[in-house]
C-alpha cells in the first residue's frame, strides 16, 4: 500500500510565504509524476502544480506561475509546493498527487489535504 502525507499548511498573511510538502510511502516501485491540487471554499478542485520524477520537467497553473515552485527530492521520495506572495485567494485546502507505481501496478494517489488560508 503506498500512502501520501502532507505538511506544512497554516495561516498566513497576505504577501507573505508558506512552503508545503507531501512525502509517499509503502511499497513504491517507482514514482511518475506528483503533484499539488487545491479546492478553495465553494470551489472545484483545480490545479496547481506537478513536476516528474527526475523534476526536469514541471508545470504550474497560470494562477500561481511566478509565485509558487513544485520540486521533488527524489532520495526521500518528497515533493514540496513553496508558496510566496501569497494573496488571499490561494486560501484553500491543498491535495498531494501521485502517480505511482506499486507492487499492484500503477494507480493514482492523494494525500488527505491540508487546509492553508492567507488571512491579515
Same mark, same amino acid.
Given at each position: 500500500q503506498v500512502q501520501l502525507m502532507e505538511f506544512g499548511g497554516g495561516l498566513v498573511q497576505p504577501g507573505g510565504s508558506l512552503k508545503l %510538502?507531501? *512525502? *509517499? %510511502?509503502? %511499497? +513504491?516501485? %517507482? +514514482?511518475?509524476t506528483m503533484g499539488w491540487y487545491r479546492q478553495g471554499p465553494g470551489k472545484a478542485r483545480e490545479f496547481v502544480a506537478g513536476i516528474n520524477s527526475g523534476g526536469e520537467s514541471t508545470i504550474h497553473a497560470d494562477s500561481v506561475k511566478g509565485r509558487f515552485t513544485i520540486s521533488i527530492d527524489n532520495a526521500k521520495n518528497t515533493v514540496y509546493l513553496q508558496m510566496n506572495s501569497m494573496r488571499p485567494e490561494d486560501t484553500a485546502v491543498y491535495y498531494c498527487h501521485a502517480i505511482i507505481t506499486g507492487i499492484s501496478g500503477q494507480r493514482n494517489y492523494w494525500g488527505q489535504g491540508t487546509q492553508v488560508t492567507v488571512s491579515s
Open positions: %510538502s507531501c *512525502a *509517499a %510511502s509503502g %511499497s +513504491i516501485v %517507482s +514514482i511518475n
